[in-house]
């Protein structure tokens, strides 16, 4: 992958999954940690595992080096059954799709260092699997924007996902035929911001392409609400949500980075002192920017 998808990836990821340093369920009742990173290879959606499926699954959490609540000693492999078979055991909190209610019952978590060793070593592992697949061949030289939405379906539905419509566009370098073709369920939650964000940056490959722009650098677009949401999670103003609703959390971040700027503090995303202010710093940082 293009190195810039490697930079960007935790920062496109975060405002989805969060940062959770205990075991959770996420929506489909998959034991999950960190980013997103399902520690679970349960075959059937918000069921309990064979025993097979457990084992497996268990040598899957002891990947992580998990420490012990308050003492930060090094936790064993049955401290980390016991975590993960607690969790599994409230399949009824999962479609809630709230990390937080698991955090009572667990004992264990991992650092902030282990959470990015293991999304880095998660990722690189999926591009490996990915572009073994017929199809996937050419990734290597795909516009950054389009590893990125891939790499994205990836992350939450494996490398090994059949979308043959999909995989026939990306094969002939039809960005915007993956556009129509990337979304996945259940489209709630961030699953469907996902698939809003996956959308847009198949799009935005697109553009690189037809515009004959680099293909290294991620592309981001700064027209309209989307975007800018985009934008200034990629400049690190945050908690917000890529969700392409101008309310008031969106107002805050603008106004936010407009008085950081040096600008009037209005809240307005479409303010073209600010949209220029935004492709300036993007641009700074290594992005391309598209409809500044």
């Known amino acids: 992958m293009h190195q810039s998808v490697r930079d960007y990836w935790i920062t496109f990821n975060d405002p989805l999954e969060g940062r959770v340093d205990f075991m959770y369920l996420d929506v489909k009742g998959y034991v999950s940690t960190g980013i997103g990173n399902k520690i679970d290879e349960s075959a059937q959606d918000n069921s309990a595992p064979t025993a097979e499926e457990r084992a497996t699954s268990l040598v899957a959490a002891n990947r992580l080096r998990w420490l012990v609540n308050d003492v930060d000693t090094e936790a064993t492999s049955e401290d980390v059954a016991t975590d993960w078979d607690t969790v599994k055991s409230h399949l009824e909190l999962a479609p809630l799709g709230l990390h937080g209610k698991f955090k009572p019952f ?31 061949g050419g ?19 494996g490398s090994k996902f059949r979308f043959p419509k999909f995989q026939s566009h990306v094969q002939d370098r039809n960005w915007a035929g993956a556009a129509d073709e990337c979304h996945f369920t259940p489209d709630v939650s961030t699953i469907r911001i996902r698939n809003m964000l996956d959308r847009a940056h198949f799009l935005l490959a697109r553009d690189v392409e037809d515009r004959g722009l680099p293909i290294e650098p991620i592309a981001l677009g700064v027209s309209d609400v989307f975007g800018v949401q985009g934008a ?22 603008v106004s936010e980075f407009q008085s950081a700027s040096g600008l009037v503090e209005n809240g307005a995303f479409d303010d073209p002192d600010t949209v220029s202010a935004l492709a300036a710093q993007l641009s700074g940082r290594g992005f391309t920017v598209l409809g500044a």
């Open 139 to 157: 990734f290597a030289s795909w516009p950054a924007n389009a590893q990125l939405a891939t790499l994205s379906m990836c992350w939450a539905m």
């Open 106 to 136: 667990t004992r264990l978590h991992v650092d902030d260092q282990e959470i990015d060793r293991h999304v880095f070593a998660k990722l690189d592992e999926m591009e490996s699997v990915l572009t073994s697949r017929d199809g996937f």
């Open 232 to 253: 200034l999670l990629a400049l690190a103003f945050k908690p917000l949500s890529q969700d392409g609703v101008d309310g008031p959390l969106t107002q805050g971040k």
